[in-house]
């Protein structure tokens, strides 16, 4: 089991940057492929940015990359999404993932793999 919880999201101009975090329960989390997504009022959950248990390799959609990198940090249990350059529509909800299994394909772009999920954190962009 692994909880997690984000934090980070809030109200920015455009250009400008966030950094959000999301910190993680129990003993397994470097056992767990991680994952951000983000969900817009009146759209789909939509895969933002993935990276591996070891940390080694990063997936990203190609229009947020360059402006969006995931990292993690196993020690301290915690995966991170720093976001520069933000866009008014970059405003979401931006969820924490894990995937404990198998991370097949391109599946990783989508919400099937993962177990577990955090609440969210708001991010709000003005132009």
């Known amino acids: 089991q692994v909880q997690l919880v984000e934090s980070g999201g809030g109200l920015v101009q455009a250009g400008g940057s966030l950094r959000l975090s999301c910190a993680a329960s129990?003993?397994?989390?470097?056992?767990?492929?991680m994952a951000w997504f983000r969900q817009a009022p009146g759209q789909e959950r939509e895969f933002v940015a993935g990276?591996?248990?070891?940390?080694?390799?990063?997936k990203y959609v190609e229009s947020m990359e360059g402006r969006f990198t995931i990292s993690r940090d196993n020690a301290k249990n915690t995966v991170y999404l720093q976001m520069i350059s933000l866009k008014p529509e970059d405003t979401a909800v931006y969820y924490c993932?894990?995937?404990?299994?198998?991370?097949?394909?391109?599946?990783?772009?989508?919400?099937?793999?993962?177990?577990?999920w955090g609440r969210g954190t708001q991010v709000t962009v003005s132009s």
């Open positions: 993932a894990a995937a404990p299994g198998a991370v097949i394909g391109d599946s990783y772009y989508t919400p099937a793999p993962y177990d577990y």
């Open positions: 129990g003993r397994t989390f470097s056992a767990n492929y």
């Open positions: 990276i591996s248990r070891s940390g080694r390799r990063t």
